[in-house]
């Protein structure tokens, strides 16, 4: 049977308001093991068992806000944290982000109100009333990037914190196939009209739940018309004329290189 609580040696995703809690020796950033940070949790029972990593146990749980964190634990973002933790421990640290999400959201049932019940049995809580299940919720993305020769369509987008280009993205809507989203999100964004679709690769992306689903996709019809609320910019890019582009921890990234590395091959 699984263990209740945390051993001593346990790793500890601690999360502080979605901020990640670390060790910081001499800039090298690490994740405490449980035995380091006693009395953060008033007891085990909020924590949640997320996986085995390297052979040990690794927990996660949200702290109080108003918590004696010590001077030993410093509250990170996540995003901040891609290249500075080994990836397995990066993406503990994403299943970890998303599981206490989905452990503060499911308090009490969406559909009675009712207080829920964590599952002796799944990753559930279990409303006690009416008997509905409440699982994590990973919501699905795609990503494209459109080929038109040896060119490639970036988009700036209203949303982004500074000045690059990226690959369109957008959530799947009820109902559609990721080939349809793809389809109906270039279309909206930049007036484009698409054949044939490429499967690429996939990523967990936990800010909050998305799974980004990547793909290429050739050009087949229309002129750039922009979605002006969503997009502030869409250009075609010439491998030798390239915009500043997406951080190297995402998708977006390495479907970018991997047409600039075709284009060099
Ligand atoms: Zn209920």
Redesign the pocket.
Known sequence: MAPSSPAPDDLLFAFVEGRLLIREVDGEPSVPAAGLAPGLFQSDASLIRVATVDGRGVWAGAVDPAAELGAELTPVGLRSLFGRLPDHLMAAAGRSSQLVDWYLGHAF?G??G?PTVVSPSETARV?P??G?LHFPRVTPAVIMVVERDDQLLLAHSARFPTSFYSALAGFVEPGETLEQAVAREVMEEVGIELADLRYFGSQSWPFPSQLMVGFFASYKAGEIRLQEDEITDARWFSPNDLPELPGPFSIARRLIEDFLNRQTA
């Open positions: 049932c559909r009675c009712t409303c009333s009416c509905a």
